[in-house]
C-alpha cells in the first residue's frame, strides 16, 4: 500500500523513545520528513541518528522540547517553521504522568499531569492548524491509553487527562472535518516500553510479586497472549496519519491485543 507520505512532513513528540520513537522512524521508512522533539537532548540525537540511519532518511530532525511548557512548545514551531512552513502531520505523544490512587496525587501533580497530557495536545494543535487549514489538509493522531476505554488501577491521573484527550479529539474531528483534517486517538494497551515496565515493576512493589509473574498475569489477560511491539502500534498510527487514510476520523482506536472487553 502506497501511503503517500513521500511529500509530507510530520511532527512526531517525545519521539526519543519508545512508542514516539517508533511512529517517527515509521514515517521516516516511508519518506516523510520527520521531526522529533524530547526533553534529552543527548537521546534526541541517538534517536534522531539511529532513524536516519535504519532507514536512509535523510530528512530527519531533532529539537529539544518539553510539550509540557507553552514557551517551549512557541519555539518549537518557531524552529519548525525556518525549515518548512508548517507541518501536516501531527503526532500528539507524552510521556504518562506519575501512577497513583487519588488519596495519593495533590493539586502539584494535577497540575502537572493537565500540562503534559492535555494542554500539550491543545497547544500542538493550536499552532499546528493554520497550515493544515490553509492547505485544506492534514492528519492528527493523539496517543493516549486503553484507559480510554476502561480505567486502569492506580493510574487515577492517567485515566483523567487521556480520557479528556478523547473528548477533545472528537470534538476537534467534527470541527476539521471541512478542512480535510482528520483526527483520531490511538489507544495502547500492553505495549513492550520503559513505561509499561516501569508499572509493572511499580504494582510487582505493591504485591510482593515478581515482575516477570505481574508480566505473565498481564499477558494471560491479553487474548493475543503477550505485549505488542512498538512497531505493530506505529503501523497503525502511520496508517491514520497518512493519505491512505481518507475516510477514518473522531475515532479512538486501541492497540491492545483485544485486551478491553467494551464496545
Not at 139 to 164: A, D, Y
Not at 195 to 211: N, P
Amino acid at each position: 500500500m502506497d501511503l503517500k507520505l513521500a511529500d509530507k512532513t510530520a511532527l512526531v513528540t517525545a519521539a526519543s523513545r519508545g512508542l514516539g520513537f517508533a511512529t517517527a522512524k515509521a514515517f521516516a521508512g516511508e519518506g516523510a520528513r520527520v521531526f522529533l522533539c524530547s526533553r534529552s537532548g543527548p537521546a534526541l540525537l541517538h534517536a534522531v541518528e539511529r532513524i536516519q540511519n535504519e532507514t536512509g532518511n535523510a530528512l530527519v530532525y531533532g529539537i529539544v522540547a518539553d510539550v509540557s511548557l507553552s514557551a517551549d512548545i512557541e519555539e518549537l514551531f518557531a524552529q519548525i517553521q525556518a525549515v518548512v512552513p508548517g507541518i501536516d502531520i501531527l503526532i500528539n505523544n507524552a510521556g504518562g504522568p506519575p501512577a497513583g490512587a487519588f488519596d495519593g496525587v495533590d493539586d502539584e501533580l494535577w497540575q502537572r499531569a493537565f500540562s503534559l497530557s492535555l494542554m500539550s495536545v491543545v497547544r500542538l494543535t493550536r499552532l499546528s492548524l493554520p497550515h493544515m487549514r490553509q492547505q485544506m489538509w492534514g492528519r492528527i493522531v493523539n496517543f493516549t491509553s486503553s484507559s480510554v476505554k476502561q480505567p486502569i488501577e492506580n493510574l487515577i491521573l492517567s485515566n483523567t487527562f487521556r480520557t479528556g484527550v478523547a473528548g477533545l479529539s472528537k470534538s476537534l474531528a467534527l470541527e476539521l472535518a471541512k478542512y480535510n483534517i482528520l483526527v483520531n486517538v490511538l489507544g495502547p494497551g500492553k505495549i513492550s516500553t520503559d513505561r509499561v515496565a516501569e508499572l509493572d515493576k511499580i504494582r510487582a512493589v505493591h504485591t510482593g510479586e515478581s515482575e516477570q509473574q505481574v508480566k505473565h498475569q498481564s499477558e494471560s489477560a491479553i487474548p493475543l497472549g503477550r505485549y505488542g511491539s512498538p512497531e505493530e502500534f506505529a503501523a497503525m498510527a502511520v496508517f491514520l496519519g497518512s493519505a491512505a487514510n481518507g475516510y477514518i476520523t473522531g475515532q479512538t482506536v486501541l492497540v491492545d491485543g483485544g485486551l478491553v472487553r467494551s464496545l
